[in-house]
């Protein structure tokens, strides 16, 4: 399983991103999709879940602005981002869990993609 993250950037305070990743080598889709980031100096930390029946999971410092999805059929996972502040820069990576549920621990996560940059200013 390869997973392949796009769509970081740099935007100003208030702005949106979405992030997209494409999983190559899984097709049925029954896996958990996580959002991770990763800030300087800082431990990579969940920021959304999604399991294979869609249910999904927020960090308390993200809910409300980020949302997750997945396209089964695309086998793509999507992490849309709206009200960026400075405090959500960091490194983005998907991770995919397979054969069991959703988890926090970024340990649990059987495969992990390269990450995107997304850099927001003031």
């Known amino acids: 399983v390869q997973l392949t993250e796009s769509g970081g950037g740099s935007v100003q305070t208030g702005g949106s991103l979405r992030l997209s990743c494409v999983a190559s080598?899984?097709?049925?889709?029954?896996?958990?999709m996580g959002w991770f980031r990763q800030a300087p100096g800082k431990e990579r930390e969940g920021v959304a879940l999604?399991?294979?029946?869609?249910?999904?999971g927020y960090s308390l410092s993200v809910k409300g602005r980020f949302s997750i999805s997945k396209d089964n059929a695309k086998n793509t996972g999507y992490l849309q981002m709206d009200r960026l502040n400075p405090q959500d820069t960091a490194m983005y990576y998907c991770?995919?869990?397979?054969?069991?549920?959703?988890?926090?621990?970024?340990?649990?996560?059987?495969?992990w993609g390269q990450g995107t940059q997304v850099t927001v200013s003031a």
């Open positions: 080598g899984r097709t049925d889709g029954r896996y958990c």
């Open positions: 991770a995919i869990r397979l054969y069991s549920g959703c988890s926090w621990s970024k340990g649990d996560f059987d495969y």
């Open positions: 999604i399991n294979g029946a869609g249910g999904t």
